[in-house]
């Protein structure tokens, strides 16, 4: 059962004034406006000023109407950093004034699969774990009402900046877990990414952490194939007729070990599929909108591995630990800077990235 008051009830809360947030209004309507003020509802809320937040390519995908569980009145933006304002009676980890990570993902730490560790698809917050813009009010606001704060929230250590922060909530331990750590990536490893985004470009950038020893960016937008470079490839191979001739050449001849899908169309899962080598794996990130053919007469053969999934973001500590030490230079995803007031302009950037040269958007109060 979902236990959240959802906006209705969250007029009845008391609540003394109002605030600014990005108001989904259906397909392609949206509208920074005043809304009821994030006030608490359960014992264990907390409220997050919200200091940094940014839009995610799921944003996108909700304004083009492709998430029928997003209604009208919805707060969009599920990715925040800021700051405790509130505490419910319940919360005995966090107090006001906490620097806080919002990530994507909340859960109860306490039904089955947030004990196994899959918090994705936590059963108490809704059966499935990202809820903020998509079931309750999210982050692109002024403030936002977390639940199950204790077990969701991660504090800020001291080193580590907002702007650095603010890409844990999703894109790094996206490509972390879904692309490096489904895909099993071991030292020595040869590995490919297909789509050089965000999620892609976090899977480069913690590839090495696993010993890879070359890792082939694979994109149609030369900017993000520099990108690429910049943030660990060994080499990058530009989208064309000859594609996946081009990266079996950069190996000994058999294809890569692990191969991650990093953009959720059919042909770049089929592309991933091609280039992975006998006993290989196929890392899925990608949110798939169509169905996909496999040719799996030519791979039951292969003895490959396949896997796929939502992120968990259970890896924010391991993260946060690196980006504190400098070993994850978590700031060089963020491309453009806005203000909150300016948050049409960063939808605007965000949609056009190559246009752009954009990455992902750093959207603050001012
Ligand atoms: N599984 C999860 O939990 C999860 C979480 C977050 C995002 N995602 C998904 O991951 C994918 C990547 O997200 P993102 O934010 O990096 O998106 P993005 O749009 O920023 O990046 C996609 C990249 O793919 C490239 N691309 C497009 N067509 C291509 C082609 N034919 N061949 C090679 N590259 C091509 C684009 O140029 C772009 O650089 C999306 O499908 C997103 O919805 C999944
Ligand atoms: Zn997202
Ligand atoms: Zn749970």
Not at 26 to 49: H, L, M, N, S, Y
Not at 116 to 133: A, D, E, L, N
Not at 234 to 243: A, I, L, Y
Not at 340 to 347: H, K, L, N, T, V
Request: charged share 15%; aromatic share 6%.
């Amino acid at each position: 059962m979902v236990r959240f008051c959802d906006s209705q009830a969250r007029w009845g809360a008391v609540s003394v004034g109002t605030m600014k947030a990005l108001v989904y209004h259906g397909p392609g309507q949206k509208a920074w406006e005043d809304v009821p003020d994030a006030a608490i509802a359960e014992p264990t809320d907390v409220v997050v000023r919200v200091d940094t937040t940014t839009i995610c390519g799921t944003d996108l995908h909700i304004l083009q109407g492709d998430v029928a569980a997003v209604t009208d009145g919805r707060i969009l933006g599920h990715e925040a950093v800021g700051t405790i304002t509130e505490v419910g009676e319940a919360v005995k980890g966090f107090g006001v004034g906490d620097r806080v990570l919002v990530p994507a993902i909340t859960k109860c730490g306490r039904c089955g699969y947030c004990q196994r560790g899959m918090p994705s698809h936590c059963q108490t917050v809704g059966g499935i774990g990202w809820i903020f813009g998509h079931l309750i009010d999210g982050t692109q606001a002024e403030s936002v009402r977390v639940p199950y704060a204790d077990t969701s929230l991660y504090a800020v250590p001291a080193g580590v900046t907002n702007e650095q922060a603010i890409f844990l909530a999703d894109s790094l331990p996206t490509g972390y877990e879904v692309g490096v750590l489904a895909g099993q990536v071991r030292p020595g490893d040869t590995v490919a990414v297909v789509g050089t985004g965000a999620v892609g470009l976090s899977a480069i950038l913690t590839t090495g952490l696993w010993g890879a020893s070359r890792v082939i960016g694979i994109d149609t937008n030369k900017f993000r194939l520099e990108k690429a470079l910049e943030f660990g490839a060994t080499d990058v191979v530009e989208v064309g007729p000859g594609t996946v001739a081009d990266v079996i050449a950069l190996t000994d001849g058999l294809g890569v070990d692990v191969a991650i899908e990093a953009v959720g169309y059919p042909e770049t899962l089929l592309t991933a599929a091609s280039l992975v080598r006998p006993g290989g794996s196929i890392a899925n990130i990608g949110v798939h909108g169509t169905p996909v053919e496999l040719p799996m007469q030519d791979m039951w053969i292969q003895n490959v591995t396949l896997t796929m999934g939502l992120v968990d973001t259970v890896s924010i500590p391991t993260l946060l630990t690196m980006v504190a030490s400098g070993r994850i230079p978590a700031e060089k995803m963020g491309t453009h800077t806005f203000t909150f007031g300016q948050i049409d302009q960063a939808y605007d950037v965000f949609k056009n990235a190559a246009a752009n040269s954009a990455l992902k958007v750093i959207i603050t109060p001012a």
